[in-house]
């Protein structure tokens, strides 16, 4: 098990809690909240060990596009990249569906 921790530069306030996926064979969890500061904060716990690298390009090309002051927690038990961007993009489309 590996624990993980990254940390962006962030502009926006995050409207609302989010909680979609789940944390089974191949997927993940994500949970999103706002943050108290102008940053957002990514905890990661994941079941594979050795792909740090790989998560930062990931986060990285995430947050290229989203500024969005959030605390995530990603619960992981093998996702790919792909699913990792669909869940990111499932969090903040379930935090700002409500919020328009």
């Known amino acids: ?3 993980l921790r990254y940390e962006y530069p962030a502009t926006r306030p995050v409207p609302q809690r989010a909680h979609v ?5 191949g997927d993940l ?5 706002p943050s108290e500061g102008q940053h957002a904060q990514v905890v990661i716990r994941t079941s594979v ?3 740090e ?9 995430f ?7 959030a605390r995530l927690e990603l619960n992981d038990f ?3 990249p792909g699913v990792v961007m ?3 993009a499932e969090a903040v489309e379930a935090s700002e569906g409500d919020a328009s």
Do not use: C, P, Q
């Open 1 to 3: 098990m590996e624990n």
């Open 21 to 25: 996926g789940v944390v089974g064979s």
């Open 29 to 33: 969890e994500i949970l999103l909240s």
């Open 49 to 51: 060990d050795g792909y």
């Open 53 to 61: 690298h790989v998560w930062k390009s990931v986060l990285d090309r």
């Open 63 to 69: 947050f290229s596009r989203y500024d969005g002051a």
């Open 78 to 80: 093998g996702a790919t």
């Open 86 to 88: 669909l869940r990111l």
